[in-house]
């Protein structure tokens, strides 16, 4: 069990990463199927085959036999035409597992993902006519869609159409659209479970970035967070690069989380970012 420590506005304290891993979890659950092995953990969703976050083993603790478990992911995702794929924590107590991966012919690639706790504040902004904000609803789907597929980090439209659908119509998320001048150019959406609020699919159309309009959406977020009373704001960002954005609005890291993806087929992580 690893322990993160993290500074925040009580001072330096402990942050355990089972906690980090239970209100992932909770996300997951909302458009993916969980089934918990000796082992670790099993996500699948054969609605999205080629959605990473919805299928993949996941390993936090010590894998003492390697071969079988692969033996046992590799057949679980393959009868049902799925690449198999691990998520995997605790990489220092991972070894073996990595090497037996790699044996297997799966590719493996470290990923640094910080953890972000907004510090409650909510800073005074520039209001400005050209924009507005609303929920999304039936009638601006299709906008808001539009551009959460446009974004090749998220996947792309082979990935949102399906996955924003279901998060439209689960009652635990809240969508929201910006207009600037009229036109839908950003989005943004919460969920919430146990009290708590993650923040996720913050985009922008590509023609519209360099307005701040983040912040304005990023603002309004964390008003509604408030006047909901929920006790935390978290985001996830996937690199640096944006993680000092969300400092810029409050965001605090109280974590950096290193994982660790094998996977049998398909890009990595890295590429689908454009990272590679």
Not at 81 to 93: Q, S
Not at 220 to 232: C, E, P, R
Not at 257 to 276: C, Q, T
């Amino acid at each position: 069990m690893v322990n993160y420590v993290i500074s925040g506005l009580l001072g330096v304290f402990l942050l355990n990463l089972q906690e980090i891993i239970k209100l992932d979890f909770a996300y997951l659950d909302t458009f993916t199927t969980r089934t918990d092995t000796s082992w670790g953990t099993l996500f699948c969703n054969e609605n999205q085959p080629i959605y990473y976050d919805a299928n993949h083993a996941h390993i936090d603790r010590e894998c003492e036999h390697p071969q079988l478990v692969i033996d046992e992911v590799k057949g679980f995702y393959q009868s049902r035409n799925i690449v198999p794929r691990f998520y995997i924590y605790n990489l220092e107590d991972q070894q073996n597992l990595i090497a037996q991966l790699k044996l297997n012919h799966f590719g493996f690639e470290e990923l640094i993902g910080p953890v972000q706790l907004w510090d409650q504040q909510i800073l005074k902004i520039e209001t400005s006519e050209e924009i507005s904000i609303e929920l999304v609803t039936t009638e601006n789907y299709s906008e808001a869609l539009h551009i959460e597929c446009s974004i090749k980090e998220f996947g792309g439209k082979a990935v949102r159409e399906k996955a924003f659908e279901v998060e439209f119509n689960h009652p635990s998320y809240v969508h929201y659209l910006l207009r600037y001048n009229g036109i839908a150019s950003s989005t943004a959406c919460i969920f919430i479970g146990d009290n708590q609020a993650r923040m996720e699919s913050v985009a922008t159309l590509e023609e519209y970035r360099g307005k701040g309009l983040i912040g304005n959406l990023i603002h309004y977020i964390q008003v509604v967070v408030a006047k909901k009373g929920l006790d935390n704001l978290w985001v996830f960002p996937i690199n640096g690069k944006i993680e000092k954005v969300y400092q810029k609005y409050g965001f605090k890291t109280v974590a950096k989380l290193k994982m660790g993806h094998a996977f049998l087929g398909g890009k990595s992580v890295k590429e689908i970012r454009g990272e590679e």
